[in-house]
């Protein structure tokens, strides 16, 4: 069946390479389901190895002869800029097209355009005030120039989850720096790059600097192998991560991985029990716990355990699951079928480890349709169990007691991950002693918190490198040295 529900896109069986919208070399197709409904509401062109190989032809050849690179980066900014007014003006499509692919709250959906003009915004206004070169002097006492150029072409692969901002953030840097990009769609959630390829096209910015077309993942290979892709920028789970950092190792490509979490929040014994639980149900319900940086290891006092267990699990149970596009709704479907059943694994995992299950874990008795899964709150977790090292992805919250402070930092940081955490106390010199002390890219005080204006990402196998602010352009530049017996007007 067809979902009633508008896609918005307007060349959804074709890709944008080259400035233009292309036919694709064959005729295969994904179909993209409302996960509400679980009806199709768009399908979309799937690329093979002779679309990835002209996307890489257009990229390379706007990067290595057309005029993007060679414009100074203020003129760059002024394209950011043009794409940002774009942006602006695609709230109401891009708030339905959330939604439908990947369950989130329309409420909170609607506003996300606003967010992804923001970053192109803020990259644009790094090409009038970033130190693109810098004045030194060198040992021997001659001038010297420190230079920071555009990495070249980028392969930049996009997560189903929260698809425009994460492509805003990497596009906006890599462009911003000088290099053309190949977005490569989600099959799951392609509506977004399909808008930047009509905004980009809009706008006439020049040829093969934006390119977009959507592949599964044998064919997005072909992006991550071939020597004319200088560095990939991929956002996804951590074993994707591990072959793509394989991959690029072999080859000496830059790469960036903003890759999965299993972030603990550690409650102090100072800070109020309720008002922690209320805090964590707050957050827990956004994007149906499909952020890579949810808060999912509660970390607790033994002494305090069961009060939290108790109050978390009564405010996870007065949360209103239900159609993202109904403004009573509080949290809504996970993103696809497959998903759901990740997650009711999970949640038999935790059953059968021996936690006790203190809320939900099992699918809302009043929606007999779509991919809905109840706020869940395992209690008494041993963090040796796989609910407390796996990665879920959804609205499952383990509760982890510690005998003491130190237990608990030292149960925070035993984990493969490190992106997100959180500390609850009101003290704040507490709060930043036990935050350096958690491995961890974020730490948010009282409550979940992250900052892409600053920087994200993660230690140990969440990732490599950082995306947003000033951290996240560093990784499309690369630096040069010059040293001159007599100095250039630029070096004086």
């Not at 796996?390 to 991950?417: K, L, Q, T």
Request: charged share 20%.
């Amino acid at each position: 069946m067809t979902s009633p529900r508008p896609s918005h896109v307007q060349h959804p069986r074709q890709f944008f390479i080259g400035g233009e919208w292309v036919e694709p070399s064959a005729a295969s197709i994904f179909d993209v389901v409302d996960s509400t409904t679980e009806e199709v509401f768009l399908t979309i062109a799937e690329a093979q190895a002779p679309d990835i190989e002209r996307a890489i032809a257009a990229a390379r050849a706007a990067f290595d002869t057309g005029p993007w690179p060679r414009m100074s980066p203020a003129e760059r900014g002024v394209w950011l800029n043009k794409i940002a007014d774009a942006w602006e003006l695609r709230g109401e499509q891009l708030g339905d097209t959330w939604a439908l692919e990947s369950g989130v709250l329309r409420s909170m959906s609607i506003h996300s355009a606003k967010g992804v003009a923001s970053a192109f915004r803020y990259y644009a206004g790094l090409g009038e005030n970033y130190a693109w070169t810098e004045k030194h002097t060198s040992g021997m006492g001659q001038p010297a120039l420190l230079v920071r150029e555009p990495v070249g072409v980028v392969a930049a692969i996009i997560p189903w989850n929260a698809p425009h901002s994460l492509m805003a953030y990497k596009v906006a840097a890599a462009l911003i720096a000088g290099c053309t990009v190949i977005i490569k769609a989600s099959p799951e959630a392609p509506a977004s790059p399909y808008f930047m390829a009509e905004i980009c096209a809009g706008i006439g910015l020049p040829a093969g600097v934006v390119n977009v077309l959507t592949a599964e993942r044998a064919v997005s290979e072909l992006l991550v192998r071939d020597p004319r892709v200088d560095k990939v920028s991929f956002t996804g789970s951590t074993a994707a991560g591990r072959k793509i950092a394989a991959i690029c190792g072999e080859r000496i490509a830059r790469v960036t991985l903003e890759l999965g979490g299993k972030s603990p929040a550690v409650i102090l014994d100072d800070y109020n029990v309720a008002k922690a639980a209320e805090s964590i149900a707050r957050a827990a319900p956004i994007m149906t716990g499909q952020v890579c940086a949810s808060l999912t290891r509660i970390i607790v006092s033994d002494k305090r355990h069961d009060d939290f267990v108790d109050a978390l699990s009564a405010a996870f149970e007065k949360i209103n699951v239900g159609d993202p596009f109904d403004a009573a709704s509080q949290m809504g479907p996970l993103a696809m079928e497959r998903q759901r059943d990740r997650v009711e694994h999970y949640i038999a995992q935790g059953k059968a480890s021996g936690a006790r299950l203190a809320s939900g874990g099992g699918r809302p008795a009043h929606l007999n349709r779509g991919y809905f899964i109840e706020p869940t709150v395992f209690a008494g977790v041993d963090n040796n169990s796989i609910i407390a090292r796996e990665e879920i992805f959804g609205p499952v919250v383990s509760v982890i007691p510690a005998s003491s402070e130190e237990h608990a930092i030292e149960i925070a940081n035993d984990s493969i991950f490190g992106l997100n955490s959180s500390v609850f106390t009101n003290d704040p010199e507490r709060a930043y002693a036990v935050g350096r002390q958690l491995r961890a890219g974020t730490v948010g005080i009282n409550g979940f918190k992250s900052d892409f204006n600053i920087a994200f990402g993660g230690f140990k196998q969440s990732g490599i490198g950082r995306e947003g602010g000033v951290e996240g352009l560093h990784p499309y530049l690369e630096t040069k040295t010059m040293i001159f017996e007599t100095a250039p007007k630029a070096a004086q």
